[in-house]
């Protein structure tokens, strides 16, 4: 990678850019740059500049770019069969539900249910939740009871389709869809006792709510700047769920799959508190590039629930993605990425704590889901410094630069990504 600035826009670049404003619905803005391929935790543009990839699609790519491996099974399951629909089930599907129970930890009589998105697991996980609250008692309106509630919190993020994004808080991307999903409340993350008043809340006199259905969270807060709602608050939580009847969901579609030192970020006692959920939904990582998500569900009396005809996809667990997320996990375990991404991401913070920059206040996370606090909100002019300069990383919030390398990143790529982080200047303008 060269150090020296890179052209902010080449000729090919600007072509392809011209063309993309002309067909695309302008939802992401103008993207930074067009990406031509990779190889491990490198991508190069269509003008042949190459980049260190900090952010891994999003924390999408767990192998990089172009890992042989995952080639290879994609390749040979797509000249097999990549898709047959979901009145025939296929081999990579059942196998890889099997093994991501198993990395749950998931007890016997657990179930999965496939989707193509993050979001699409969070909408299995809320409607699942819903036909949970059916059965609490006070809920059935028919015979004079409430809905039962699902509470989220304050700056989490579930998606953006109208299930999920009503369970998501940002007020800018909800504000325009209202009304959303009904009878889903914020209380604020990370504090207990305004989570047990909004359960406290339940059937008291004529103005009591419904029951709680179910609480969902991020165990780190990710579009909210990698921020852990802490371990404390977790075991609250649990607590009130299982005094109340409710389902405790995690939703571990950036934190999933080894990206934060442990294949789910609910098994990191530092996180969690060592509790047991109910309901996981995964994406992202798993897949390793391939769209893929869903959710498990923990324990058979919550896995029947959902029966022929409830709920359903078209695409979800096709044998294409099944093979890719079959292989990913596959490498991530004979790599020992799980226990790479603990010790890179320690090494990345600890540079990054060390480099003497101004710029930087704090940086925080667990294994390769990391932020750096800015002491000024100039994260975009940080993030396109940073990108002239070949890396990539990502302006999670005005003031704060999210960094999630894919699990595969070496020592050397760390050091050259701090190299870089350091050379920041301190004195960029605000955003």
């Known amino acids: 990678m060269a150090t020296e600035q890179l052209e902010t826009m080449g000729s090919e670049d600007a072509k392809w850019l011209g063309e993309y404003s002309q067909v695309h619905m302008n939802v992401f803005g103008t993207p930074l740059r067009v990406m031509d391929h990779g190889e491990g935790a490198h991508i190069w543009d269509v003008d042949g500049n190459e980049y260190l990839d900090f952010l891994a699609g999003i924390a999408v790519n767990s192998l990089g770019y172009a890992h042989p491996k995952w080639v290879k099974a994609v390749s040979e399951q797509a000249a097999r069969a990549a898709h047959v629909s979901n009145y025939f089930a296929t081999e990579p599907q059942i196998r890889l539900a099997a093994r991501l129970v198993e990395l749950a930890g998931a007890p016997d009589g657990s179930h999965v249910y496939f989707g193509n998105s993050g979001a699409e697991g969070n909408e299995a996980a809320l409607k699942l939740a819903k036909l949970h609250g059916r059965t609490l008692p006070g809920a059935l309106p028919s015979i004079g009871g409430k809905p039962a509630r699902i509470l989220a919190l304050t700056h989490g993020f579930h998606g953006r389709t109208l299930g999920a994004l009503s369970a998501t808080w940002k007020p800018a991307i909800r504000n325009p869809f209202e009304p959303l999903v009904p009878n889903i409340e914020f209380v604020e993350a990370g504090d207990a006792c305004a989570l047990q008043d909004a359960f406290a809340e339940t059937g008291q006199g004529h103005h009591g709510k419904g029951p709680v259905a179910a609480v969902i969270m991020e165990l780190i807060q990710g579009e909210a700047g990698v921020r852990p709602v802490g371990a404390d608050y977790v075991k609250r939580a649990r607590q009130l769920c299982d005094e109340h009847g409710a389902l405790l969901i995690i939703d571990e579609v ?94 990345l913070r600890n540079g990054i704590a060390s480099c003497g920059n101004p710029l930087f206040v704090s940086v925080r996370g667990r294994g390769l889901l990391d932020a750096v606090e800015l002491s000024h909100p100039c994260a975009h002019a940080a993030m396109n410094w940073a990108l002239e300069h070949g890396l990539i990383v990502n302006a999670v919030t005005p003031s704060a630069l999210r960094l999630a390398p894919p699990l595969i990143v070496t020592e050397q790529d760390v050091d050259q990504a701090v190299s870089v982080l350091a050379g920041i200047p301190a004195d960029l303008p605000n955003d």
Do not use: C, Y
């Open 254 to 347: 950036q934190t999933g799959i080894g990206r934060t030192g442990s294949w789910f970020a609910f098994q990191r006692k530092d996180l969690s508190g060592g509790i047991t959920p109910d309901i996981v939904t995964f994406a992202k990582g798993v897949g390793g590039g391939f769209p893929m998500g869903g959710m498990i569900a923990f324990g058979s009396k919550l896995s029947a629930l959902f029966t022929p005809g409830s709920h359903g996809s078209t695409f979800a667990g096709n044998p294409l993605g099944a093979s890719a997320a079959l292989a990913t996990l596959s490498v991530i375990e004979q790599e020992h990425l799980v226990a790479n991404a603990e010790a890179r991401g320690e090494q």
